[in-house]
């Protein structure tokens, strides 16, 4: 089997192209300006995701095409390039998809569709999407941009994530590392709800999503576990020997800093170390349900995230990231 990834130098991307190496798969990747790991193992092609030349030489002979490109939520960010790389570059994943004779295309979008979930609500793949955040809208675009394809005949599954975390991931590391500093500061309560998956198990439902996925569906691969943001706070100070945090700021306060330190850091081209996008996690319970996952793909996830933080902590350990 052939597989084209988009965001192959990404943290999902790398795993799961270790994953499909060990699998005996021959995989292409779209390098834009970082490059993949096992690059003596795995064919790049260099260009945008919006670039149609690449695309297209990627796509190529390929049986099953890996969307994973994708702009995250940094404050420096704006949303027409939120806009550009999320949905125009998943537009133009489907349509060099479609010229090339249209293989399987696993396209992976993002909890953030939902927004914020009602309390005492869990998200199905039916659930309503209620965006909020820029990087919300545009996924959303994207995501509905795939599920027309797939409408329009292509062969299309989408997956959306839980919160995902483990070795190598530079945006949950943040928080990581910010616990396992000391006692620290809390923005809200934590009262969010999450659902966190170790991305071994996530690629494993990726990969599951691709063989077994029907057409034109919508998966949730995401931890077993629906826990507060507080708790998986908790759980990171406990794995790193540290005590919780002593002091929370007020949700009110904490959304105010962030608009201050998003126009104060803007000017600068830094990212603020508290903006709305962050706050997010705290604020926005995004839990999703794996029944449909489980029924029809066969996924179980096997690492709880006790067991999965203790592991990501001792990688960054053993790695100079703490």
Not at 26 to 46: F, I, M, Q, W, Y
Request: some cysteine.
């Amino acid at each position: 089997m052939r597989a084209f990834l988009t965001g192959g130098s990404g943290f999902i991307g790398r795993h799961l192209i270790e994953a499909l190496l060990a699998e005996g798969w021959s995989v292409t990747a779209l390098v834009h300006r970082s490059p993949v790991p096992d690059a003596g193992k795995v064919e790049a092609v260099n260009g945008d995701i919006t670039d149609a030349g690449a695309l297209a030489a990627g796509i190529k002979g390929a049986d099953v095409v890996f969307h994973l490109a994708s702009a995250l939520g940094g404050s420096l960010i704006g949303r027409r390039e939120f806009f550009r790389i999320n949905a125009s570059g998943t537009r133009a994943v489907l349509e060099a998809a479609r010229r090339a004779g249209g293989p399987r295309i696993l396209h992976v979008s993002s909890a953030g569709v939902f927004g914020r979930v009602r309390e005492g609500e869990v998200a199905g793949e039916d659930s309503p999407a209620r965006p909020i955040l820029a990087y919300d809208h545009a996924k959303l675009a994207g995501e509905k941009a795939a599920m027309e394809a797939a409408t329009a005949g292509m062969d299309v599954v989408v997956v959306r994530p839980g919160w995902a975390y483990g070795p190598g991931d530079r945006r949950t590391f943040k928080l990581i590392r910010m616990v396992a500093a000391g006692p620290s500061v809390m923005a809200t309560r934590g009262a969010a709800r999450q659902t966190p998956v170790h991305v071994s198990d996530l690629v494993k439902g990726v990969l599951l999503a691709a063989a077994r996925g029907r057409k034109g569906e919508a998966y949730h691969l995401a931890g077993a576990q629906i826990m507060t943001a507080d708790a998986i706070v908790r759980a990171i100070a406990a794995a790193a020997g540290r005590p919780p945090a002593r002091v929370r700021l007020p949700g009110w306060l904490a959304q105010a800093a962030a608009l201050v330190l998003e126009g104060a850091c803007r000017p600068l081209r830094r990212e603020p170390p508290l903006s709305r996008s962050k706050l997010s996690f705290f604020l926005d319970s995004k839990p999703l349900s794996i029944d449909k996952a489980r029924r029809e793909l066969g996924f179980r996830p096997a690492v709880d995230f006790e067991a999965g933080i203790r592991m990501t902590l001792d990688w960054y350990r053993e790695n100079g990231w703490l």
